[in-house]
């Protein structure tokens, strides 16, 4: 059961965030600057010096993409697990770490809480045998 949960929680934030972050660098290029929420900040801004709060600089776009690389990896790391395969939690766990960190850098509170929350759900189920790798 952890495992399947686990596999929800690797699809639906991997998918979300990479299309959103498509669609914020999409809305960067045409309009100059990151949208705004209704709450009253920047989408993708970040308060560490040098990344830009209104506006992505050439690092916050370089790690932008690497946010959408790793939420494809989730999204494939999510099959993994619902199948039941070993390298679903190894590449899961391996992210983990990469995913916190762009979470903490980008202020994106639901990665934030997401990430180890899912590692940990994968962790509580590797007492389990896996099915051996396709051939």
């Known amino acids: 059961m952890a495992r399947r949960i686990a596999a929800i929680l690797y699809f ?11 669609l914020i660098l999409a809305y960067l290029d045409r309009r100059g600057e990151l949208p705004m ?15 830009g709060a209104d506006q992505l600089t050439l690092l916050g776009r370089a790690l932008a993409w690497v946010l959408i690389g790793v939420s494809a990896v989730d999204v494939a790391t999510s099959r993994w697990l619902w199948h039941d395969r ?3 939690r ?7 770490p990469v995913s916190l960190g762009l979470g903490l850098l980008f202020q994106l509170p639901f990665l934030i809480v997401v ?3 899912r590692a940990c759900l994968v962790i509580a189920d590797s007492r389990r045998s896996y099915r051996p790798e396709a051939q």
């Open 37 to 51: 929420t209704p709450f009253g900040w920047r989408l993708m801004g970040s308060t560490v010096p040098g990344m």
């Open 86 to 88: 070993r390298r679903g």
């Open 12 to 22: 639906v934030p991997g998918l979300g965030f990479a299309i959103s972050t498509l």
């Open 115 to 117: 990430a180890p929350l």
């Open 90 to 96: 190894v590449i899961g766990l391996a992210t983990t």
